[in-house]
C-alpha cells in the first residue's frame, strides 16, 4: 500500500481520532483520489478490525474506537466525495434495522446517494419496522434503503418488508437491502427489489429503480 494511505490505515486501526483526520488531509494534499482513500485506506482498516476481532486479539471498545477514528476520517473526507449543485432525483428513506447498531455502512451509502442528487431521510440506526412505514406515508420517500451488518439482525430486514406490505405500501417504494452479511439470493428470499454490495452500487441499483 501506498505509504500516505498506510498512515491512514494504521491512525484508524489504532483508533486515533487526529492520526484518521492527518492521514485523510495527507493523502488528500498528496492527490490521492477521495474514492481510493476511502476504499484502500479506510475500508480496508475496518475490514482488519473485524478479522482483529474474529480472531480475539482485540474486543468491542477497539471496534468503537477505530469505528470513532473512521466518522473523523469521513466527516473530512465527505464534501470530497459528494459533489455538488446536482438536482433531486428522488427520495431515500434509509436506517440501520432493529437491533442493529452498525452505522458506518449505512452513513456511507447516504452520503454516496446524496452526491448522485437523491434526498435523504436518514432515520438512524435500531430502526423499527414501523418507523420505515412512517417514513413512507410522511415524507412520501419512493426508495426504502436497509442496512444491517449483523446476521441475527437480517431477519429484521424481511420484517420491514411485510410491514410495508401490510401498510398498503409495497407498491408505492423499491426497497433495496445492504451490509456485509447480505447477498443477492437473501434479497430475492424475502422479496427485497435490489440488493447492493457497496455504496456506490447502491448508487446505479437505485437509479435504475427508478427509471
Ligand atoms: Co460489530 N460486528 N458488533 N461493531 N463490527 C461486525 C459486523 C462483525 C462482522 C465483526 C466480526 O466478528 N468479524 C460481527 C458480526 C458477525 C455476524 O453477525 N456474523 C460484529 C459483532 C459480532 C458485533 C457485536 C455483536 C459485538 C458484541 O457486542 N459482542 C456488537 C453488536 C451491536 C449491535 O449492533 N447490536 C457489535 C458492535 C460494534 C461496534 C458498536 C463496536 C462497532 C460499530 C460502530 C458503528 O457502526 N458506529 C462495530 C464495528 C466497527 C464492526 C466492524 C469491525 C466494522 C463495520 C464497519 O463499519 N465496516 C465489523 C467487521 C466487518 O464488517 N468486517 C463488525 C466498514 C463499512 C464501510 O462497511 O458496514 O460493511 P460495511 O458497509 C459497506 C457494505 O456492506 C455496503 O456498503 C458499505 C460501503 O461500501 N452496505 C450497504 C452497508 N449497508 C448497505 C445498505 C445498502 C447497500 C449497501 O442498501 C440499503
Known amino acids: 500500500m501506498n505509504e500516505k494511505l498506510s498512515a491512514l490505515y494504521n491512525a484508524i486501526l489504532e483508533g486515533s481520532v487526529p492520526g484518521a483526520r492527518d492521514g485523510v488531509q495527507t493523502a488528500l494534499d498528496a492527490g490521492h483520489e477521495p474514492g481510493s482513500i476511502l476504499t484502500e485506506g479506510m475500508i480496508a482498516a475496518m475490514k482488519e478490525v473485524g478479522r482483529l476481532f474474529e480472531e480475539g486479539e482485540i474486543f468491542v471498545p477497539d471496534m468503537l474506537i477505530a469505528a470513532r477514528a473512521m466518522q473523523a476520517g469521513l466527516s473530512l473526507l465527505k464534501p470530497h466525495l459528494v459533489s455538488s449543485n446536482v438536482k433531486s432525483a428522488g427520495k431515500v428513506?434509509?436506517?440501520?434495522?432493529?437491533?442493529?447498531?452498525?452505522?458506518?455502512?449505512?452513513?456511507?451509502?447516504?452520503?454516496?446517494?446524496?452526491?448522485?442528487?437523491?434526498?435523504?431521510?436518514?432515520?438512524?440506526?435500531?430502526?423499527?419496522?414501523?418507523?420505515?412505514?412512517?417514513?413512507?406515508?410522511?415524507?412520501?420517500?419512493?426508495?426504502?434503503?436497509?442496512?444491517?451488518?449483523?446476521?441475527?439482525?437480517?431477519?429484521?430486514?424481511?420484517?420491514?418488508?411485510?410491514?410495508?406490505?401490510?401498510?398498503?405500501?409495497?407498491?408505492?417504494?423499491?426497497?433495496?437491502?445492504?451490509?456485509?452479511?447480505?447477498?443477492?439470493?437473501?434479497?430475492?428470499?424475502?422479496?427485497?427489489?435490489?440488493?447492493?454490495?457497496?455504496?456506490?452500487?447502491?448508487?446505479?441499483?437505485?437509479?435504475?429503480?427508478?427509471?
Open 93 to 211: 428513506a434509509i436506517g440501520t434495522v432493529k437491533g442493529d447498531l452498525h452505522d458506518i455502512g449505512k452513513n456511507l451509502v447516504a452520503l454516496m446517494l446524496e452526491g448522485a442528487g437523491f434526498e435523504i431521510l436518514d432515520l438512524g440506526v435500531d430502526v423499527p419496522p414501523e418507523k420505515f412505514v412512517e417514513s413512507i406515508t410522511t415524507s412520501g420517500a419512493n426508495i426504502v434503503a436497509l442496512s444491517a451488518l449483523l446476521t441475527t439482525t437480517m431477519p429484521s430486514m424481511k420484517t420491514t418488508i411485510d410491514a410495508v406490505q401490510q401498510a398498503g405500501l409495497r407498491d408505492k417504494v423499491k426497497i433495496i437491502i445492504g451490509g456485509a452479511p447480505v447477498t443477492q439470493a437473501y434479497a430475492d428470499q424475502i422479496g427485497a427489489d435490489g440488493f447492493s454490495s457497496d455504496a456506490s452500487r447502491a448508487v446505479s441499483l437505485v437509479t435504475t429503480l427508478l427509471k
